[in-house]
Nanobody
Framework: QVQLVESGGGLVQPGGSLRLSCAAS????????MGWYRQAPGKQRELVAT???????NYADSVKGRFTISRDNAKNTVTLQMNSLKPEDTAVYYC??????????????WGQGTQVTVSS
């Protein structure tokens, strides 16, 4: 079993910054791509940013230039630095990981979610 534990959400004013972190633990043979998704009330979950094990990144157009995703392969962690936050960034943010749990078996895991609220 693999666990993803997120931290760093909270309330911030428009234009402010927050840093989300996610730590993966458990039966991990190899940690492949990791990423962040978000879900606002009444909306579908959407991709925010992803990063491969080699460090290649992908961002939603709405966050390009404001958010930065990074990872520490030695610690099995992924971080999302969010700057210039806007009210429309308000959502529950979920960590995701594509994990090879054995040589032949691969599963997708989600964290429990952390609330980010951008409001004055």
């Amino acid at each position: 079993q693999v666990q993803l534990v997120e931290s760093g959400g909270g309330l911030v004013q428009p234009g402010g910054s927050l840093r989300l972190s996610c730590a993966a633990s458990g039966s991990i043979f190899r940690l492949n791509a990791m990423g962040w998704y978000r879900q606002a009330p009444g909306k579908q979950r959407e991709l925010v940013a992803t990063i491969t094990s080699q460090g290649s990144t992908n961002y939603a157009d709405s966050v390009k230039g404001r958010f930065t995703i990074s990872r520490d392969n030695a610690k099995n962690t992924v971080t999302l630095q969010m700057n210039s936050l806007k009210p429309e960034d308000t959502a529950v943010y979920y960590c995701n990981a594509d994990v090879k749990v054995t040589v032949l078996r691969r599963n997708d895991y989600w964290g429990q979610g952390t609330q980010v609220t951008v409001s004055s």
